[in-house]
């Protein structure tokens, strides 16, 4: 059995070999920052995760013209296939290519392995910011049916037509960290998980190098964990990241009709009054 | 789920042969041995995969270290 969207997916070796395609854009979104200027994919944007890829005043994605404004001045054109690769196994390029899927981008693709397999493999990197004319991107209307809002996970509770994948850590899911070990515990007044939610940490969907697992693997985890085809599934993580990778993997590889991703997710969920939480 | 095992202590058994034993959440066997291939270093702790003895080639395990409750180098031919 083979993904169910194997087109979603584009190995590093071709976009060595595809660097000057002017059909592509190619974009880099790390979980830090900095390791764009450090060097990135020979003409590779960068987008930044905590300024460009969020609205700065309310908590919600960047709004229709704000992304119809970033996705211009970078040069993006509606036809561009854009492919997105960032550190740490990809969480927020797949953050990423899922708001490009929430505002209706039609051809977008994830480099498996991202920025770590790039850079294992001895392939260039470069300092130099790439200049691509401005264009005059336009969004489609958003997507609802890929985002869940708390309603939506308050509405699922206790259905068994509906499934719930917790893709943080373990420690987080049983409440003993708020947030991922390696970063300041923040974010959520409570720790725990929202009821009924199988823990399926998003790093299980991966090989050692990063790269995705097949397709009968991939089934066989969820599927394992009550996570089947037929519910309608709901991912979270901490801030919707991480669960962006998990909708990836669900939705696009292994074609499952109907997943959302609650980008609320656990900051949300645990600083939220009078909804229950297990532990 | 209180580990006590270090990242450093599963990073150096890659390669080699091992024995893990389980969290009960891991929703695995008790404990396992065979081949540590490799781990992914991420924000949220280490991903361990394992190929494990007497499996088909190829074949693979992958837990999230906060499941592993203990590591250990496994005997040759234990």
Same mark, same amino acid.
């Given at each position: 059995?083979? @993904?169910?969207?194997?087109?979603?997916?584009?190995?590093?070796?071709?976009?060595?070999? %595809?660097?000057?395609?002017?059909? /592509?854009?190619?974009?880099?979104?790390?979980?830090?920052?900095?390791?764009?200027?450090?060097? %990135?994919?020979?003409?590779?944007?960068?987008?930044?995760?905590?300024?460009?890829?969020?609205?700065?005043?309310?908590?919600?994605?960047?709004?229709?013209?704000? *992304?119809?404004? /970033?996705?211009?001045?970078? +040069?993006?054109?509606?036809? %561009?296939?854009?492919?997105?690769? +960032? #550190?740490?196994?990809?969480?927020?390029?797949?953050?990423?290519?899922?708001?490009?899927?929430?505002? +209706?981008?039609?051809?977008?693709?994830?480099?498996? !392995?991202?920025?770590?397999?790039?850079?294992?493999?001895?392939?260039?990197?470069?300092?130099?910011?790439?200049?691509?004319? &401005?264009?005059?991107?336009?969004?489609?209307?958003?997507?609802?049916?890929?985002?869940?809002?708390?309603?939506?996970?308050?509405?699922?509770?206790?259905? &068994?037509?509906?499934? /719930?994948?917790?893709?943080?850590?373990p420690?987080?899911?049983?409440?003993?960290?708020?947030?991922?070990?390696?970063? &300041?515990?923040? !974010?959520?007044?409570?720790?725990?998980?929202? &009821?009924?939610?199988?823990?399926?940490?998003? +790093? /299980?969907?991966?090989?050692e190098?990063?790269?995705?697992?097949?397709? #009968?693997?991939?089934?066989?985890?969820?599927?394992?964990? !009550?996570?089947?085809?037929?519910?309608?599934?709901?991912?979270?993580?901490?801030?919707?990241?991480?669960?962006? %990778?998990?909708? *990836?993997?669900?939705?696009?590889?292994?074609? @499952?009709?109907?997943?959302?991703?609650?980008?609320?997710?656990?900051?949300?969920?645990?600083?939220?009054?009078?909804?229950?939480?297990?532990? | 789920m209180s580990s006590i095992v270090t990242v450093e202590a599963i990073k150096g058994l890659v390669g080699r042969r091992a024995t893990l034993r389980l969290a009960?959440?891991a929703?695995s066997s008790p404990s396992v041995t065979g081949r540590v291939v490799g781990v992914l270093d991420?924000?949220?702790g280490l991903i361990v995969t394992l190929e494990p003895d007497?499996?088909?080639?190829?074949?693979?395990l992958t837990y999230h270290y906060h499941h592993i409750a203990d590591i250990a180098p496994a005997e040759?031919?234990a």
């Amino acid at each position: 059995m083979g @993904y169910a969207n194997p087109n979603v997916l584009v190995e590093t070796a071709w976009v060595a070999e %595809h660097l000057n395609d002017p059909t /592509l854009r190619i974009i880099e979104v790390s979980v830090d920052t900095t390791a764009y200027e450090q060097g %990135h994919v020979p003409g590779a944007i960068g987008l930044n995760w905590k300024t460009e890829l969020a609205d700065q005043l309310r908590r919600d994605l960047p709004s229709t013209a704000q *992304f119809e404004t /970033l996705l211009s001045r970078a +040069g993006i054109r509606n036809d %561009h296939t854009v492919i997105f690769y +960032g #550190d740490n196994n990809n969480w927020f390029a797949a953050w990423a290519y899922w708001i490009t899927q929430y505002y +209706g981008h039609a051809s977008a693709q994830i480099m498996n !392995g991202g920025r770590k397999k790039w850079v294992d493999e001895g392939r260039p990197l470069t300092t130099e910011v790439p200049s691509y004319p &401005p264009t005059q991107y336009v969004a489609k209307e958003p997507n609802a049916a890929i985002r869940a809002f708390r309603e939506d996970v308050l509405g699922n509770l206790g259905r &068994p037509d509906r499934g /719930l994948v917790d893709v943080r850590s373990p420690k987080e899911y049983t409440g003993e960290l708020l947030a991922p070990e390696n970063l &300041p515990q923040e !974010g959520a007044q409570r720790g725990g998980h929202i &009821p009924g939610a199988a823990n399926i940490p998003w +790093g /299980l969907a991966v090989r050692e190098d990063g790269t995705f697992k097949s397709a #009968d693997e991939l089934t066989a985890l969820y599927i394992g964990n !009550g996570i089947t085809p037929d519910k309608e599934i709901i991912a979270y993580c901490r801030i919707g990241e991480r669960s962006s %990778h998990t909708w *990836f993997v669900l939705d696009r590889l292994l074609g @499952y009709p109907k997943v959302r991703n609650y980008d609320g997710s656990w900051t949300e969920w645990g600083s939220l009054v009078n909804v229950p939480i297990e532990k | 789920m209180s580990s006590i095992v270090t990242v450093e202590a599963i990073k150096g058994l890659v390669g080699r042969r091992a024995t893990l034993r389980l969290a009960p959440e891991a929703g695995s066997s008790p404990s396992v041995t065979g081949r540590v291939v490799g781990v992914l270093d991420a924000l949220d702790g280490l991903i361990v995969t394992l190929e494990p003895d007497g499996a088909a080639p190829g074949a693979r395990l992958t837990y999230h270290y906060h499941h592993i409750a203990d590591i250990a180098p496994a005997e040759p031919g234990a």
